[in-house]
């Protein structure tokens, strides 16, 4: 059986190896440390340093399981050097107009693991960014949303920021 690629941009990808090699170099010794310290204060079934301490051990232990596995499944997607901005893809920050409001907002197609709304940073399966991939400055798109439909221009398309 194949086992799942997990889509990232390359700097979503440096972001999650730079929160792995904290949560093991740092966070990891430093919990281990808060256990020993907290064993030292005697009777455990009462100690509640104890059980804080081992509560965060599993909750680190978790996250570390959880981003070995993405990361050792992690797809790195650019665009090549020669690709032109013409359409959108994984990766494009996209400019897009709100056709009732004029509003323009920008966003990045990015992987499921990287969205990040506040920033702007859509994920690759979201409605949104689904209706967007594939299309070219001044193509419409169409989205629905909880209150109806809108309706976007694509008004830039970029590679880079």
Do not use: C, W
Not at 6 to 13: A, C, M, Y
Not at 77 to 82: F, L, Q, T, V
């Amino acid at each position: 059986m194949a086992t799942e690629t997990v889509p990232f941009t390359r700097e979503g990808f440096q972001k999650l190896k730079l929160e792995l090699e904290q949560l093991k170099s740092v966070e990891r010794p430093k919990i281990i440390r808060e256990i020993a310290e907290a064993r030292s204060h005697g009777d455990l079934s009462e100690n509640a340093e104890y059980h804080a301490a081992k509560e965060k051990q599993g909750f680190i232990e978790g996250r570390i399981a959880d981003l070995d596995d993405k990361l050792s499944r992690a797809q790195v997607i650019e665009p090549s050097e020669g690709e032109s901005d013409q359409r959108v893809r994984f990766g494009s920050f996209v400019t897009v107009t709100d056709e009732d409001s004029g509003e323009d907002k920008t966003f990045r197609i990015v992987g499921d693991l990287e969205a990040d709304l506040e920033r702007g940073m859509i994920s690759m399966s979201s409605p949104l960014a689904r209706a967007l991939l594939g299309k070219r400055i001044g193509d419409l798109v169409e989205v629905k949303v909880p209150k109806g439909t809108v309706e976007y221009s694509v008004t830039e398309i970029r590679i880079r920021l």
